[in-house]
Structures are given as structure tokens and as C-alpha cells.
């Protein structure tokens, strides 16, 4: 086994087998993520609160009702002997490095990393906005309008490039590694303690990247319980039903413990009040990671596409291309099939209307001259959901693509740049205009309790959602924001001395963040989002860039927000900070002696 360094840091592993790279992979990773991987391991365990305290009571109590740890164990259990030696060697490699890990703790660190990712909080918001305001009010919030945040992936023959947003968070949610043995040689982007590479890739002769498809694949029931001698049942399409009902102890550090009552029914576990969630991991015990061994092995588009038909969820929109110029554009995923209603708010459980098929919607894929991605709604996606991003996004990489535009350029193109007194001035106005609305008599009865966990606050917030929607809610009450904030603040501050790079620190992480203006906003390619009226800080963008160079593999090149490694004493902690935020990317090395040799410290027990 072999372990190297470029000049940021970022691993490149050769081993002799397949299993010799899952250890090697694992074993550096607990060096590199160790602190990370330790905290996402106990947030799919629900016991991050025994190590650092009572504010992540909230999240565990919400993993052990959604049972993300047993939902891990089940879909470990369902995988090919091969890939669950696979995911073994990968925990081996990880336990050596003195961290506790199970082969089935990557599948839960991947549920953490996608459960909250999907729709099902919204369908909490939508059921708010329908209580307090009517059924009328649901368009005012959607998201598909002429401001939304989102994901970025385009291909054209010989290249793919992007850039996929997602909260930031220090140390990153995306890890760079190159993974080399005798069946393959693939560099990309990985979900620290996740083995293999699983959104990006760069194989040699084909390469991926993904987008969220905006599918929805997330119902909550809405359950009627009662209690019998026999035990706890639930009113389903057929009648009364038993119920499965668990209590566990979450232990909080530097205070009392706390019990949980943990039910399931038919439909899945209860998570809120009296809220089931129904997923199709949960149902069939499958999270996908049946492709992960298959996409490393791929080098042609239809072998990638063919590795990802065994993928569940996340859904996703992704881009393929190869070295014969070939461009394919796929959907992967699954999807329930189920009356339309289940997609934009919880449903009663005992109608028969709302219960799932059998089966999956059938998904796209098919060649294209090009592709141009970003969450929008398209032929390939608009059938399996309703939360799609703004077109505009999409258009302006196309014309910028036309205009033959750089990766580097696309990536960064914005109408308000860091440096822009009048962006600073634009985005103010916006925010006084959101603060008026908060005010509003006609928006009152949504600032009521919506009754859900503060764990849910992020998307049944009313000042975030009024922001976030703000010209839909405008056009929806018929008002006028010039009428509202007649005119804007006077501001001698630029747009990135208020956009500020904001980044969620890992619980227990200490850390100085240089202070970093930012251009962008959420109608931008250059995704940087803020929520007007709330804050200007920007906490949500770019988790990472890539150019994936089919011709060259050499020529390619990629950053992410921070660095390689989760210490603070390191120094490729943010050596890559003044790079992302500049828009500048780091060379793919793909020659071994370009590589700095590194050595593993001993094994510990």
C-alpha cells in the first residue's frame, strides 16, 4: 500500500487490491477526517449528545425516532458480499487509525449527510402556509422563482465542470482522493467516511458529477394511534395496524440523561408529533451502495450509467461523459409512484388514495450534445417533483457555454460582485422589503406556532421562507415594494463587506475563519446564498468546483472551501480558502513521482 500528498494535502492511494484500498482509504481518512467522522458516526447513532453537550439533543432525539442507525444496519445487510467486504475493509481501515467504526457506519454517515437534504420538511412548511393562510397561498412559496440556490453541472464532449452548494461547513462535507489499484484509477470528491467516490469522478477514460434532481421521494403520514392491551396500533387503509414501539436513553454530557419513545408504523417511523416518514431506503433496505464498487470500475458512460440504475437515494440528476466524446444524461434514484397530493403535504394514513405502488417511477437517460444542470426543472426530471430551482441559472451557463466561456468563469459569474457598493445598496433594499412583510396583516397567521421540533426551524421559519420567496410572496398579496421600502438605503459599503463567508463549525472544532467577502447570491451561477431580511452572512455555496478534462485527465482540477484536513495545527486546514474564494482551482497531479511519498503512523488498537 502506497500513500501520498500533493502540495495541498489531498490523498492519492495505491494499493494491490481492491480491499488494500478500502483499508488504505479508510486508515487516512481517520487521519485526515478523524474528528469529523467521529462526530458524523455519533450523529447516525443519535449520541452526539454525549459528547458535546445539550444542543445536540435536538438531532439525536430526531435520529433515533427516524432510526438512521437501524435503517444502516438493515441496508449493510442487504448488500452483495462484496460490498460489504468492502465497506469492512474500509472500517478495519479506520478503526486502525484508533477511531470506533462498523462496516455499516458508512451507510449511516451517508443518511446523515442526505436525510434532512430531501423534501419532507418542506411538505411541514407547505402544511403550515395551507393551515393559516389556504390553499391559495402555496404558490407565494414556491421555490421555483426567480430567486433559488442551487446545485451547478455542466458537460460538453471531452469535459464535465460544476460545482454542487450545500451548507458550509468546516471541516468540508467533501473530501479529494484519488483511489488507485490494479481494476481502476479514480480521482474525485468523497463524503469522508464514505469508502470509494460516490458524486464526482474522474476514471480516466469517463467521468461523472451530479446535481440534486429535486425529486421527491419523501412522504410523511399524517397517523391516527391509540394504545390497546395488545399495544400500540395506527389506523391504516385497511384498519388498525400494530405499531413498533422502542424507548432509549440519549445521554447528554454534563447533564441529565433523556428518554425516547420511538414507534413505527406500516408506513415508517414516527418524527415528529404524530408524523411518519416513509422513505424508499427505509422501505426496501437498500441506500444504493450496491453502485459504489461498479462506478469505480466503469470507463465507459453506458458502464457508469449501468453501475448507477442500483442507486436509491439521494435522486439525483447526473452528467456522464467519456473520451469518445459521448455525453449522457441520467437520473438516478428511486422514486416513489403515489398520488399527487403526497408531494406537497402530509397525508392521512388510513386513505387508500395516498399508499404507495408497487414499484419506481421509471427515470431518464439518454445521449445529448451537451447538458447544462441546476436543479431546474427539464423533460428528465419535471415528472418527480414539484421544488424545482429558477431556469435562470441554467440559461446563463448556456450562454455562457456559448459564448465559450471557461469552466473558471462560469463558475464565478454573478450580478453582484464582492467589491459593488450598488449590490450592497440592491440586497439591502431587499432585506428592508422582507422586514416589512414580516409586518404585514395579511401574513400574521403564519408567525403561529407550527408546532413542529426546533429541529425543523430552518424550513417552517416565516421571516426565511418570506425571504427566500420574497417576489412570490410580493406578487401573491398584489403588493409593491417600492411602496413598501420606497427607496434604498444609502450604504458606502461594498456588497462582500456584508457577505461574509459564514462557515457551521463542527461541534467541539475551535477555529479562527479569515474573514472572507464574498460575491453572489442566490439567483446567481456564483451560488452564494444568504436569506434576505435574516442575515447577509453567507452559509450556504460552492462545497466544492471541479473541472473534469476528458482529453487530459492532467489538465483537470478542482478545490474545495477549506482544506484537506480537520485539524486547526495543519496546515492544508485552509490553504485552499484563498483559492475557492477567488475562484481559482488546484491542479489534478495524476504522475506518481509528482507525488510526495507519505508514511502511516502505527496502527493503533
Same mark, same amino acid.
Given at each position: ?435 416589512? $412583510? %414580516?409586518?404585514?396583516?395579511? &401574513?400574521? /397567521? #403564519?408567525? @403561529? *406556532? ?128 484563498? $483559492? %475557492?474564494?477567488?475562484?481559482? &482551482?488546484? /491542479? #489534478?497531479? @495524476? *504522475? ?14
Amino acid at each position: 500500500m502506497e500513500f501520498f500528498r500533493d502540495g495541498y494535502g489531498i490523498p492519492h492511494l495505491r494499493a494491490g487490491s481492491v480491499e488494500e484500498l478500502a483499508y488504505l482509504q479508510g486508515r487516512v481518512t481517520a487521519i485526515d477526517r478523524g474528528r469529523q467522522i467521529e462526530v458524523e458516526r455519533l450523529r447516525s447513532e443519535g449520541r452526539l449528545a454525549s459528547a458535546a453537550g445539550s444542543a445536540e439533543v435536538g438531532w439525536d432525539r430526531f435520529a433515533r425516532r427516524a432510526r438512521l442507525d437501524d435503517t444502516a444496519r438493515r441496508c449493510f445487510a442487504t448488500l452483495s458480499p462484496e460490498t460489504q467486504g468492502f465497506l469492512s475493509a474500509y472500517s478495519d481501515g479506520v478503526r486502525a487509525g484508533g477511531i470506533e467504526w462498523h462496516p455499516w457506519s458508512s451507510l449511516g454517515v451517508f443518511q446523515v449527510q442526505h436525510i434532512l437534504f430531501g423534501t419532507f420538511p418542506n411538505k411541514m412548511w407547505r402544511a403550515h402556509v395551507e393551515r393559516t393562510l389556504g390553499p391559495s397561498a402555496l404558490p407565494w412559496f414556491a421555490i421555483e422563482g426567480p430567486v433559488s440556490s442551487g446545485s451547478n453541472a455542466w458537460a460538453v464532449p471531452g469535459q464535465i465542470a460544476g460545482d454542487p452548494h450545500r451548507l458550509l461547513e468546516l471541516p468540508g462535507v467533501y473530501q479529494q482522493i484519488r483511489l488507485a489499484c490494479p481494476e481502476f484509477d479514480v480521482a474525485g470528491l468523497t463524503f469522508p467516511g464514505v469508502p470509494g467516490v460516490q458524486h464526482f469522478g474522474h476514471a480516466g477514460p469517463v467521468a461523472w458529477a451530479i446535481t440534486n434532481a429535486m425529486a421527491d421521494y419523501q412522504d410523511l403520514y399524517v397517523e391516527e394511534l391509540r394504545r390497546t392491551e395488545a399495544g400500540v396500533e395506527a389506523r391504516g387503509a385497511a384498519g388498525w395496524e400494530p405499531v413498533v414501539t422502542l424507548q432509549e436513553t440519549i445521554f447528554v454530557r454534563d447533564d441529565d440523561p433523556i428518554t425516547v419513545d420511538i414507534l413505527e408504523t406500516p408506513r415508517g417511523p414516527i418524527i415528529d408529533g404524530n408524523l411518519s416518514l416513509r422513505t424508499p431506503a427505509r422501505v426496501s433496505a437498500d441506500l444504493g451502495f450496491d453502485a459504489l464498487l461498479p462506478l469505480l470500475r466503469a470507463s465507459t458512460v453506458d458502464e457508469v450509467a449501468d453501475a448507477l440504475s442500483h442507486w436509491v437515494e439521494p435522486v439525483n440528476s447526473v452528467v456522464i461523459a467519456d473520451n469518445t466524446g459521448r455525453v449522457v444524461q441520467l437520473t438516478a434514484g428511486r422514486v416513489p409512484v403515489r398520488d399527487d397530493r403526497n408531494r406537497w403535504v402530509p397525508v392521512p394514513a388510513w386513505e387508500p388514495a395516498y399508499a404507495w405502488k408497487s414499484g419506481f417511477a421509471p427515470t431518464a437517460r439518454f445521449d445529448a450534445p451537451s447538458v447544462v444542470n441546476a436543479n431546474d426543472r427539464r423533460v428528465d426530471t419535471e415528472a418527480h417533483g414539484i421544488d424545482f430551482a429558477s431556469p435562470a441559472r441554467a440559461r446563463r451557463i448556456r450562454e455562457l457555454l456559448d459564448a465559450g466561456a471557461p469552466p473558471e468563469q462560469i463558475h464565478m459569474d454573478t450580478a453582484l460582485p464582492a467589491d459593488s457598493p450598488e449590490a450592497a445598496r440592491h440586497t439591502a433594499w431587499r432585506a428592508a422589503v422582507a422586514r416589512a $412583510l %414580516w409586518e404585514h396583516p395579511a &401574513l400574521a /397567521p #403564519l408567525f @403561529t *406556532d407550527s408546532g413542529h421540533d426546533p429541529l425543523f426551524t430552518p424550513w417552517t421559519d416565516p421571516r426565511g421562507r418570506i425571504g427566500i420567496a420574497l417576489d412570490g410572496v410580493l406578487a401573491g398579496l398584489g403588493l409593491d415594494p417600492h411602496k413598501l421600502v420606497p427607496s434604498a438605503p444609502e450604504t458606502t459599503v461594498s456588497w462582500g463587506d456584508r457577505h461574509l463567508l459564514h462557515p457551521l463549525l463542527l461541534p467541539g472544532l475551535e477555529a479562527e475563519v479569515p474573514r472572507t467577502p464574498l460575491g453572489g447570491s442566490a439567483d446567481c451561477v456564483l451560488n452564494t446564498s444568504s436569506v434576505p431580511g435574516v442575515s447577509d452572512l453567507c452559509w450556504r455555496g460552492p462545497v466544492a468546483r471541479y473541472v473534469w478534462d476528458l482529453a487530459d485527465r492532467q489538465r483537470s482540477r478542482w478545490v474545495v472551501p477549506f482544506g484537506a484536513v480537520d485539524s486547526p495545527s495543519s496546515p492544508h486546514f485552509l490553504d485552499q480558502l484563498p $483559492l %475557492w474564494s477567488s475562484g481559482s &482551482l488546484v /491542479p #489534478l497531479i @495524476t *504522475d506518481w513521482p509528482l507525488l510526495t511519498p507519505t508514511s502511516l503512523p502505527e496502527e493503533l488498537p
